[in-house]
């Protein structure tokens, strides 16, 4: 069945460093890419996404890469500030599917000052 | 900015009884889910509505669930007969496109006791 596979599940970094959280995803019909951030008893948000006729998108600090041939994709958050501390999910989809997101199981961002 | 939202923000209810959660999608979208998050885990896709009825749904979504559209305005998600395993938190979510942003509302914490 459809699956996405996220690692890790805990990330902690130093403010200022780069953090790094990486998905794989099992249907290869899959085109649309979302990463969600929440934060604790929040509701997910839109961080970036990526479609799959793109192999790179980037906003200010945040940047995702997708690998359709190897089915992952990354994001990438450069000099980190506490207040990205928070959950991340990666997500798919695929437009005959509705709209339906399958999600990563999560990682957990912390940002040390 | 226009919000999708939900209520009630926390339900408690016994085991046996039925609920109705209720939500509000943004009021041009055309798609619009349910999603569940048990703590500390994943997001978990149940159902997609579009055009008046249900495009796809999730083994989760079994014959306790139903959705509904009862104007123009309101979209729910009944549980006929809650179980402990049903206390989670419910978002709802709607999108104009079925590859673009979906725009999560702030969640209904269902706790079956």
């Known amino acids: 069945g459809e699956n996405v596979e996220q690692h890790p599940s805990t990330l902690s970094v130093q403010e200022g460093d780069s953090a790094v959280i990486k998905c794989t995803y099992s249907?290869?019909?899959?085109?649309?890419f979302p990463w969600y951030k929440q934060e604790l008893g929040k509701r997910p948000q839109l961080i970036i996404d990526?479609?799959?006729?793109?192999g790179e998108k980037k906003d200010q600090r945040i940047a995702v890469t997708l690998n359709k041939t190897a089915k992952h994709f990354s994001l990438h958050i450069t000099e980190t500030q506490p207040e990205d501390s928070a959950v991340y999910f990666c997500?798919?989809?695929?437009?005959?599917?509705?709209?339906?997101?399958?999600f990563g199981q999560g990682t957990e961002l912390s940002v040390k000052p | 900015e226009p919000e999708v939202t939900q209520t009630p923000s926390h339900q408690v209810t016994q085991m046996g009884q039925e609920v109705i959660l209720r939500c509000v999608p943004i009021?041009?979208?055309?798609?619009f889910y349910w999603y569940r998050q048990i703590l500390g885990q994943k997001v978990e896709f149940l159902v997609s509505?579009?055009?008046?009825?249900?495009?796809?749904k999730s083994e989760i979504f079994d014959d306790q669930f139903s959705v509904e559209r009862p104007d123009g305005s309101n979209f729910t998600l009944k549980i006929r007969s809650t179980k402990l395993e049903d206390s989670a938190m419910y978002f709802c979510?709607?999108?104009?496109?079925?590859?673009?942003?979906?725009?999560f509302g702030q969640g209904t914490r269902l706790t079956v006791v």
């Open positions: 997500a798919a989809s695929r437009y005959n599917q509705g709209g339906k997101l399958i």
């Open positions: 249907d290869s019909a899959s085109n649309y």
């Open positions: 990526i479609r799959s006729n793109v």
């Open positions: 009021s041009n979208h055309l798609y």
């Open positions: 509505f579009y055009n008046n009825e249900i495009s796809e």
């Open positions: 979510a709607s999108n104009d496109g079925a590859l673009t942003e979906a725009f």
